[in-house]
């Protein structure tokens, strides 16, 4: 079983690692979602190896004393979008998630304060639906740009409620899934509960460390659907993207929370979004901390080997843009990439385009738009073969809004041609 911190599937790798009975490998590596050979993001291995040697285990029942699980540790790293290598090591445990990984809980305060015990007080705070909250946070499934990783928190943070711990007196070291549990009212039927939580440097720069959603009126789960009824209160939990982070002493821990976390969710469609109970035990983040290293054995694994070369690859340069469009008051991006590839050998020439535009609207998130076009092209000798995949989809308060337009040409000449265009209700999305 093969996960990446930064991968958008970490949470299924790590809970089939709990839960299957059967023998498993697991390597969970700092990678993006890509081969641990080849990710842009490293440090890379020899994956090819570890694949030689549990065929060779399994095939031809060779001896192999591997650890059944091996993760790597993040260390402390400062937010850029697109690190070659982040710091840590790698470690082996018999089993997921390892001994010594202990729930630890700690409370928002009215004050804006994040400790490890309840304070007194009571309020409400609002969580505003501002579309600009996401635009420092990294692609959902990154690969090779321009897919990228988290930018410094601290300009999401200034649309969210956030929460900073005192600077902590020891180092503290993040296993597994967080979660918080909150009591959570609205006045909308329909809002998303976002958090984030990050490590703030001294300097004041916010490194992301993970991530989660709930949409509300799913509190009793994805199956149930529920709106929300106004002057209603709930208890919900918003489940967080499985991570390993460890952060220094004298740092501190940031949880922030909003209505929206855009581009990688589509906007709920009202701008106000749920108010939420501070004080006490109302708001409470539970964090699995490994409390005991020495549960931990240190191991080093190889560098990648050089495989012998398949195709040749050239690309015009990838493109990324976020963009605040003042005019009409909305925030979008605008994403392409190029790729053509010449595989050894024979006489075909691949092309792959792929051009993508978001935009939410700041005042009325229920008006989105998501552009796309996807152009794959087979060059021959004896002709060319090209698909291309054109996608619109709009939103308003009740509906989604979908065409596709899809064209299939042999020598310039088209062959086969379709248009799908459907509206489907937003059922409380």
């Not at 690190?83 to 089993?95: F, L």
């Not at 609207?361 to 996807?374: E, K, N, V």
Request: proline fraction near 9%; charge should be neutral.
């Amino acid at each position: 079983m093969v996960g990446a911190w930064h991968d958008g599937y970490t949470d299924a790798a790590l809970r089939m690692l709990e839960r299957l009975s059967a023998p498993v490998r697991g390597l969970i590596g700092p990678w993006t979602h890509e081969r641990p050979d080849a990710s842009p993001v490293g440090p890379r291995i020899d994956f090819f190896g570890e694949l030689l040697a549990w065929w060779r285990r399994w095939l031809l029942n060779q001896s192999d004393d591997t650890a059944p699980i091996r993760f790597y540790l993040q260390e402390a790293y400062r937010p850029q979008r697109y690190p070659t290598t982040i710091p840590g090591r790698w470690y082996a445990v018999e089993h997921w998630p390892p001994t010594g990984v202990h729930m630890t809980s700690w409370f928002a305060t009215t004050e804006g304060k994040l400790a490890l015990s309840p304070a007194s007080g009571d309020s409400w705070l609002t969580v505003t639906n501002d579309v600009r909250v996401g635009l420092s946070g990294p692609s959902w499934c990154p690969t090779a740009p321009p897919d990228h990783l988290a930018a410094d928190q601290r300009l999401d943070d200034l649309f969210a409620v956030t929460f900073d711990s005192d600077p902590l007196p020891e180092s503290l070291t993040i296993l597994g899934f967080p979660e918080l549990c909150a009591v959570v009212a609205a006045e909308v039927p329909v809002a998303f509960l976002c958090v984030r939580l990050s490590h703030l440097w001294e300097d004041g720069q916010a490194t992301l460390i993970t991530r989660g959603v709930l949409n509300l009126t799913r509190r009793h789960g994805l199956q149930r659907v529920e709106p929300l009824r106004p002057g209603e209160l709930a208890r919900v939990r918003v489940p967080l993207k499985a991570c390993c982070y460890r952060i220094p002493a004298g740092h501190r821990l940031r949880l922030a929370l909003s209505g929206a976390d855009f581009p990688t969710l589509w906007p709920a469609p009202y701008r106000q979004g749920p108010h939420v109970r501070v004080g006490g035990k109302a708001l409470e983040l539970r964090l699995p901390l490994l409390r005991d290293d020495s549960v931990l054995r240190s191991v080093t694994l190889p560098e990648p080997q050089p495989l012998p070369v398949t195709a040749v690859t050239w690309s015009s340069p990838p493109y990324l843009e976020h963009c605040f469009d003042l005019l009409r008051g909305r925030v979008g991006i605008r994403r392409s990439t190029e790729e053509v590839i010449r595989p050894v050998g024979r006489e075909s020439l691949v092309t792959d385009l792929s051009t993508i535009e978001l935009w939410a609207d700041l005042d009325r998130p229920s008006r989105c738009q998501a552009y796309g076009q996807q152009v794959y092209r087979i060059e021959w000798p004896v002709g060319v073969a090209e698909t291309r995949a054109d996608v619109s989809m709009q939103s308003t308060s009740q509906h989604f809004h979908l065409t596709v337009e899809l064209v299939a040409t042999w020598n310039g000449h088209t062959v086969t041609e379709r248009r799908w265009a459907e509206s489907i209700a937003r059922d409380a999305l």
